[in-house]
Nanobody, 116 residues
Framework: QVQLVESGGGLVQPGGSLRLSCAASGVIFSIKTMAWYRQAPGKQRELVAGITSVGNTSYRDSVKGRFTISRDNAKKTVYLQMNSLNPEDTALYYC??????????WGQGTQVTVSS
């Protein structure tokens, strides 16, 4: 069974940085897009950043220039480097992986809290 495990979340002050990791385990093949989503209380889940199998990246406007998504195909891991964090970045961050012919898998989420 394929499973995604996120790590790296925590409490950070405004202007600080965090690096999230999401590692895939189990029998997974033909990994396509890997992405990070987030969901704040009372808000819809939103796409933060995505990266294709060939390394093409995309970001929502509010995180451009501050966040960087990357992947290590050998480790089946996707990362999200988050710099210059602000309170609006506070949310539960989820990893999502599209793989195989038409599969997608979600992680359980890691909490990011930006507060003084």
């Amino acid at each position: 069974q394929v499973q995604l495990v996120e790590s790296g979340g925590g409490l950070v002050q405004p202007g600080g940085s965090l690096r999230l990791s999401c590692a895939a385990s189990g029998v997974i093949f033909s990994i396509k897009t890997m992405a990070w989503y987030r969901q704040a209380p009372g808000k819809q889940r939103e796409l933060v950043a995505g990266i294709t199998s060939v390394g093409n990246t995309s970001y929502r406007d509010s995180v451009k220039g501050r966040f960087t998504i990357s992947r290590d195909n050998a480790k089946k891991t996707v990362y999200l480097q988050m710099n210059s964090l602000n309170p609006e970045d506070t949310a539960l961050y989820y990893c999502n992986v599209q793989w195989g012919f038409s599969y997608n898998t979600w992680g359980q989420g890691t909490q990011v809290t930006v507060s003084s």
